[in-house]
């Protein structure tokens, strides 16, 4: 996997805490696990937007996509989040376009 994402120091429009309860929820899963930070919510000049996050995994499954909502959810209120995972292969158009300018949380 090319490592072409930004750093994180670039800056992203996340708390600490939001950033961190991410984090959590997805490695308690998978500790392997990578998550990205992608779309609006890596530009600062921007405002509103969802939550975008690119989940490399192997073993992730729906109902582990389920239970990082849920626990973000809990913790910060119900928001619009799209999470897309994939197994490190990159092979998909949509992934091939934003892992780029994806940051890693």
Known sequence: MKNLHRNIHEGIRLTEK???TLKKSVLSIDPNAKVYLFGSR???????GDIDLLIISKVFTRKDISRVRWYFFERFGEQKMD???DDGTLATPFVKIIFPKAILL
Not at 42 to 48: L, V
Request: glycine share 8%; no cysteine; charged share 55%.
């Open 83 to 85: 999470i897309i995972v």
């Open 42 to 48: 890596t530009d600062r000049s921007k405002r509103g």
């Open 18 to 20: 939001e950033k961190d």
